[in-house]
C-alpha cells in the first residue's frame, strides 16, 4: 500500500472507529508506531483535522469529510469478485441495495477503473445446478430486519415452524446468521420467553412496528451462537 492509499485509509478508519490509539492504528495497517506518528502529522498538514483524547486516542473532527470515494484496482475487484455470492447468498432486498450500490460506485471511478471492475464482473460467476435452484432465498425481509436491529424496533411475523404449525411473534431481533443454506433471525421471541432462530424462508410475512424493544439489555449473537456452539459439541447429531 503506497503513502496516499494508506492515509486515505486512516482517515477512513479513523471517521469509521471514532477513537484510534496509535498502537491500534500500527496494528491495523502493519506499520511501527512511529510511521503512525509521522502520517498523522501528515494529515493534519494537508488540512485532515485530526484530534486526540487522552484516555480514548485519536479522532477526525467533526464536520470533516473524505471527497468522493477512489478505489484501488484490488478494491473494486473485491466488489467484483463478491457480487456472485451477494446474488446466490443474499434474499432480494439485499441484491437490489448491493445493485444500486455497485452503480454508484462506478459512477465515481475513472474510465480504467470502471473498465476492469465489469470486465471482472463479466468473468466472475456462480454455477447453481438445478438440484439446488429451490434453495434460493426467495424472501425480501433482510433489509428490514436489519432496520429492525438498529433501530431496536420490535417485529412482528406470521412463522411457519418445521412442524407446518403458523403462529404469531413479536420478537425483538439481536442479529442475522447464515447457515445450513439459510438466512436465520435471531431474536428474542415475546411468545415464547426466550430467544429463538427464525429461518427467514419459514417467515411468510413481516412488519416493522413502531414499538421500541421492551429488554433493555439483550446478549450478543456471538454470545448466542457461542452458546448455541457448545450445546451442539455437548450434544453431537448421531451418525
Not at 488540512?47 to 473532527?61: C, K, L, N, R, S
Amino acid at each position: 500500500m503506497n503513502r496516499t492509499d494508506r492515509l486515505m485509509g486512516i482517515i477512513a478508519h479513523l471517521q469509521a472507529k471514532k477513537y484510534q490509539t496509535a498502537e491500534q492504528l500500527a496494528e491495523h495497517f502493519n506499520m511501527s508506531v512511529r510511521t503512525v506518528y509521522r502520517d498523522l502529522r501528515a494529515m493534519n498538514e494537508i488540512g485532515v483535522p485530526v484530534g486526540f483524547e487522552a484516555g480514548q486516542g485519536y479522532y477526525i473532527v467533526g464536520g470533516y469529510f473524505l471527497p468522493p470515494v477512489s478505489l484501488t484496482a484490488e478494491e473494486a475487484n473485491a466488489l467484483a469478485i463478491i457480487e456472485p455470492l451477494v446474488i446466490r447468498f443474499a434474499d432480494k432486498s439485499i441484491q437490489a441495495h448491493y445493485g444500486t450500490a455497485i452503480s454508484k460506485i462506478k459512477q465515481v471511478l475513472g474510465h480504467v477503473q470502471r473498465r476492469n471492475l465489469e470486465q471482472i464482473q463479466s468473468q466472475v460467476a456462480h454455477y447453481i445446478p438445478n438440484g439446488f435452484a429451490h434453495m434460493l432465498p426467495s424472501t425480501d425481509y433482510l433489509t428490514t430486519i436489519q432496520k429492525a436491529i438498529i433501530e431496536q424496533r420490535i417485529l412482528r411475523i406470521e412463522y411457519l415452524n418445521n412442524k407446518e404449525e403458523a403462529s404469531t411473534r413479536e420478537v425483538e431481533p439481536i442479529g442475522l446468521t447464515f447457515y445450513s443454506l439459510n438466512w436465520h433471525l435471531i431474536a428474542w421471541c415475546h411468545l415464547r420467553q426466550e430467544y429463538r432462530d427464525f429461518r427467514t424462508s419459514r417467515i411468510q410475512s413481516l412488519s416493522l412496528t413502531l414499538q421500541p424493544f421492551r429488554i433493555q439489555k439483550h446478549i450478543s449473537l456471538n454470545d448466542y451462537l457461542k452458546d448455541l456452539d457448545e450445546l451442539v459439541a455437548q450434544y453431537p447429531r448421531p451418525a
